[in-house]
C-alpha cells in the first residue's frame, strides 16, 4: 500500500501520529494535497482545514489557525501552533473571539487597535466556527 | 534553660516543618514530572522548527531581514527569567549573581549610560530590579501557574514588535538553563538579532532541494516569529523545571534537616528527661536514708 509516514506537532503536543494515504492542506499560495511520493516541498500553510485519508481510508480532520509543512521521501510534517479536531472546538470561546474581533474592527478611528491582528483573530474565529458545526 | 514542656513543644514545631517541607518536595516533583513530558514533545515540535528553518535559509535570503540583521548597539532590553515564589535554595541567586558579575561589567557602558532596560518574568526577579533601581520595562507575574503556549507567543510579539520599532538594538535572556534534576547554569542567550550561525547552514543552496512555496523569503518571514515564540517557550519552560527541581532539591535537604534536628532535640528531651527521673529517685533515696537516719 502506499502510505506515508506523518506527524503533526504542536508546541505543546504530538498531535497525531500515523500513516496516512493522503493529505490536503489550505497552502498559502492554494490549496495542495500530498500524496504517495510528492516532490521535497516545504510550505505555509493559512487558516484553515486540513483533511488526511488515514490508511483505513477513513476521513480525518483538523481545524487550524496556519502553520507549516515538510514533506520529504513520503515522510510529512505539520507544524502548527494552534490545530484541533472538530469537536475538541470550544464554540463559546470562538463566538466570544468573534464578537471581539468584530468589535475592534468597527472602530477603525482608535489608534491603539492593530487592524491586521484584529482580522487575523477574525478569521480564526470564523474558521473555527464555520468547521465546528458540521463534523464529518 | 527550657523546660522539658518547651522542648517538647519545640520538636512538634520541627515536625510539622517537616511536614510541610516533605509534601513541598511532593508537589514539585509532581510538577517537574508532568513538566518533562511537555519538554519532551515540545523539543520535537522545536528541533524539527529549527531544521526548517535552517534548511530554507541562507546568507543570502535572510540579508535584509530585520530579525537578522545585526545594526549599532544602542539599546539593550534583557529578559530575566525567575520564581514567583521563594523556597527554591539559589534558584534565584545564582542568576542575580551572575548579572552583578557578568552582565553588568560587560555592558558597563550601556548601564552608565541608562540605555539598558528590562522585562521580568517571576515576582522575585522584579523584586530585586526594583530594589536596585534598574529600568524595568513590564513584568510579568504568574506566569507559570498556568504555563501555556499562548504567553510566548504574546511575549515574542511584544517584543519583536519594539525591536522592529527600533527601541532596542539588542536582546538578551538571562535564565536558569535546566540541564538535569540536580544540576542547572544560568544562561545569557542572544535573542535578537537571531544569529545567522544559529539557523542556517552557510551557504549551501538547499533550495534546489525543496520546493518553496510561496518562496523563501516570505517563508522565512512568517517562520520567524513562530521561532521566536518557541525560543521564548524553550526559556519558559527550561527555567520552570529548572525552578522545580532547585526547590526540590532545597526542600529535600530542609526535610534532611528537620530529621537532624528531630533527633538532637529528642536526645536533648531523653537526656532532660532521664536527668529528672534520677534527680526524683535521689530526692527519695535520700530522703528515706534520713528517716532511717533518724
Redesign the interface.
Known amino acids: 500500500m502506499k502510505i506515508m509516514n506523518l506527524?503533526i506537532?504542536?508546541?505543546?503536543?504530538?498531535v497525531y501520529k500515523s500513516q496516512v494515504i493522503s493529505i490536503s492542506i489550505p497552502?498559502?499560495?492554494g490549496s495542495f494535497q500530498v500524496l504517495f511520493d510528492h516532490?521535497?516541498?516545504?510550505?505555509?500553510f493559512e487558516i484553515g482545514r486540513i483533511v488526511l485519508v488515514d490508511r483505513n481510508n477513513l476521513k480525518v480532520e483538523f481545524i487550524t489557525s496556519?502553520?507549516?509543512i515538510?514533506v520529504?521521501k513520503n515522510n510529512i510534517?505539520v507544524?502548527a501552533?494552534t490545530i484541533e479536531k472538530p469537536e475538541e472546538i470550544d464554540i463559546k470561546l470562538a463566538e466570544e473571539a468573534l464578537r471581539e474581533a468584530k468589535k475592534k474592527l468597527s472602530i477603525l478611528e482608535r489608534e491603539d487597535v492593530d487592524v491586521d491582528r484584529a482580522e487575523i483573530a477574525l478569521k480564526k474565529a470564523i474558521n473555527r466556527l464555520k468547521h465546528s458545526r458540521k463534523p464529518i | 534553660m527550657p523546660s522539658l514542656k518547651d522542648i517538647k513543644n519545640r520538636i512538634s514545631g520541627v515536625k510539622n516543618t517537616q511536614q510541610i517541607t516533605k509534601a513541598m518536595k511532593m508537589v514539585s516533583v509532581a510538577r517537574l514530572r508532568k513538566l518533562q513530558q511537555?519538554i519532551l514533545?515540545?523539543k520535537?515540535?522545536?528541533n524539527?522548527?529549527k531544521f526548517?528553518l535552517s534548511?530554507?535559509s541562507t546568507l543570502n535570503s535572510v540579508s535584509g531581514n530585520i530579525y537578522f540583521d545585526e545594526r549599532d548597539t544602542k539599546n539593550i532590553l534583557f529578559i530575566i527569567v525567575t520564581s514567583d515564589r521563594g523556597l527554591c535554595g539559589s534558584f534565584n541567586l545564582n542568576l542575580f549573581r551572575y548579572l552583578e558579575n557578568e552582565i553588568i561589567p560587560e555592558y558597563r557602558n550601556y548601564f552608565d549610560s541608562e540605555n539598558v532596560s528590562f522585562i521580568c518574568i517571576g515576582r522575585k526577579g522584579y523584586e530585586y530590579l526594583r530594589k536596585n533601581k534598574f529600568k524595568i520595562e513590564r513584568n510579568y507575574l504568574h506566569l507559570f501557574v498556568e504555563l501555556k503556549?499562548d504567553i510566548?507567543?504574546k511575549l515574542s510579539k511584544i517584543i519583536s514588535e519594539s525591536y522592529q520599532k527600533l527601541k532596542y538594538d539588542k536582546v538578551y535572556i538571562i535564565y536558569n538553563e535546566f540541564l538535569s534534576t540536580a544540576k542547572s547554569t544560568v544562561r545569557c542567550k542572544q535573542f535578537l538579532p537571531l544569529k545567522i550561525s544559529d539557523c542556517t547552514q552557510g551557504d549551501k543552496n538547499l533550495c534546489e532541494?525543496?520546493?518553496?512555496?510561496?518562496d523563501t523569503r516570505?517563508?522565512i518571514q512568517?517562520?520567524t516569529p513562530?521561532y521566536l515564540?518557541?525560543e521564548i517557550?524553550q526559556v519558559l519552560i527550561d527555567s520552570y523545571a529548572s525552578e522545580l527541581s532547585a526547590r526540590m532539591l532545597a526542600m529535600d535537604m530542609a526535610t534532611e534537616n528537620t530529621k537532624e534536628i528531630i533527633r538532637l532535640l529528642s536526645s536533648e528531651y531523653n537526656k532532660k528527661r532521664q536527668d529528672s527521673i534520677t534527680r526524683e529517685i535521689l530526692e527519695i533515696v535520700s530522703g528515706a536514708n534520713a528517716l532511717i537516719n533518724d
Not at chain 2, 532541494?209 to 510561496?214: A, H
Open positions: 506527524e506537532i504542536t508546541p505543546e503536543k504530538l497552502g498559502t499560495i516532490a521535497p516541498i516545504i510550505s505555509s496556519g502553520g507549516i515538510k520529504e510534517i507544524l501552533e | 511537555h514533545s515540545f520535537n515540535y522545536f524539527n522548527l526548517i534548511e530554507i503556549y510566548s507567543i532541494k525543496y520546493i518553496l512555496e510561496p516570505s517563508l512568517s517562520l513562530k515564540s518557541s517557550w
